[in-house]
């Protein structure tokens, strides 16, 4: 069974950072893609980054460019996000998603995911 766990959210002032964490298990983590995706109160599902089935390559909004960075562990099966000067609008709930395919690259946009994680909450608030 894959399993996608988010951790590490939490209420942070402006200026903060954190750093989110995704346990991922039931599935050969190194060969795929993974991706962050937010969502906002009352908003849709926007994008964040992604990073490729190595590591290598990583790719970010335009929102969080310079602000974040994202990196995987494939000996720990876990994908993290650093988030460093967050501003009140990252407030958002977190997801780590995993690509539909294995391949050497990754993927930016919103739909060819297949398994989720249930979020973890960021707050950024004085």
């Known amino acids: 069974e894959v399993q996608l766990v988010e951790s590490g959210g939490g209420l942070v002032q402006p200026g903060g950072s954190l750093r989110l964490s995704c346990a991922a298990s039931g599935f050969t983590f190194s060969s795929y893609a993974m991706s962050w995706v937010r969502q906002a109160p009352g908003k849709g599902l926007e994008w964040v980054s992604a990073?490729?089935?190595?590591?290598?390559?990583?790719a970010y909004a335009d929102s969080v460019k310079g602000r974040f960075t994202l990196s995987r562990d494939n000996a720990k099966n876990t994908l993290y996000l650093q988030m460093n000067s967050l501003r009140p609008e990252d407030t958002a709930m977190y997801y780590c998603?995993?690509?539909?395919?294995?391949?050497?690259?990754?993927?930016?946009?919103?739909?060819?995911?297949?398994?989720w994680g249930q979020g973890t909450q960021v707050t950024v608030s004085s």
């Open positions: 990073i490729n089935r190595g590591g290598g390559s990583t």
């Open positions: 998603a995993k690509y539909r395919y294995s391949g050497s690259y990754y993927y930016t946009g919103l739909n060819e995911y297949d398994y």
